[in-house]
């Protein structure tokens, strides 16, 4: 037979998983099976009342021959017999001495290939779920994604902070080599001048 799954219908890839789709299956073929075989209805006949046959409603009985077994007659006391009310030996049942029996309600899927409201409603519920997984999987990838670009936009200006230190620090070195070297030449400056005096 043909079936119809919210969760199979809306399948989407990677949120949708065949783990999911077998415990909604579980669930729906639990409670409804995909293939079933429904009983013949058999033609019985209408029930009879009990009591001295009639011989007018035996067909095929050959006339002048009694029903009964020939060692027991029909009435053996001569007393007439006791005639039956119409319509069978027993009085009709009305209503008002038996209780009419209420419809049993079936809580279960019918059997007319249809899913009951309990089965939709758990495959919409496990559908709705899977959903939500997927979109709070999908946000926490996101911002996982964006940690990581602010992490590493992080260490590269951790790298360059340390360039720059060591930018600085080499100028400051140049910079003390160059009074030095200037100290130098003033002072091979003054010794010069001194020595042309002389």
């Known amino acids: 037979g043909k079936i119809y799954l919210p969760y199979l219908h809306e399948w989407k890839h990677p949120q949708s998983h065949l783990s999911g789709l077998i415990q909604v299956m579980i669930v729906v073929f639990g409670d409804e099976p995909p293939v079933f075989s429904r009983p013949i209805s058999a033609s019985y006949p209408p029930y009879q009342a009990t009591g001295p046959p009639n011989t007018s409603y035996m067909p095929g009985m050959p006339g002048g021959i009694s029903p009964y077994p020939s060692g027991y007659p029909p009435n053996p006391s001569g007393y007439p017999g006791c005639p039956y009310p119409p319509?069978?030996?027993y009085p009709a049942t009305t209503s008002s001495q038996y209780p009419s029996q209420p419809p049993v309600t079936t809580v279960g899927p019918s059997r007319d290939g249809t899913i009951s409201e309990d089965t939709i409603r758990a495959s919409l519920i496990s559908a709705v779920s899977d959903k939500l997984r997927w979109r709070m999987k999908e946000e926490m990838d996101r911002a996982q994604a964006?940690?990581?670009?602010?992490k590493r936009?992080?260490?590269d200006l951790k790298k360059g902070h340390q360039k720059l230190e060591e930018?600085?620090?080499?100028l400051d070195q140049e910079v003390a080599e160059v009074d030095k070297n200037i100290e130098l030449l003033k002072k091979k400056d003054e010794e010069l001048s001194s020595a042309l005096e002389k």
């Open 167 to 170: 930018m600085v620090t080499r």
């Open 87 to 89: 319509g069978g030996p």
């Open 153 to 155: 936009t992080e260490e």
């Open 146 to 150: 964006e940690l990581n670009a602010l």
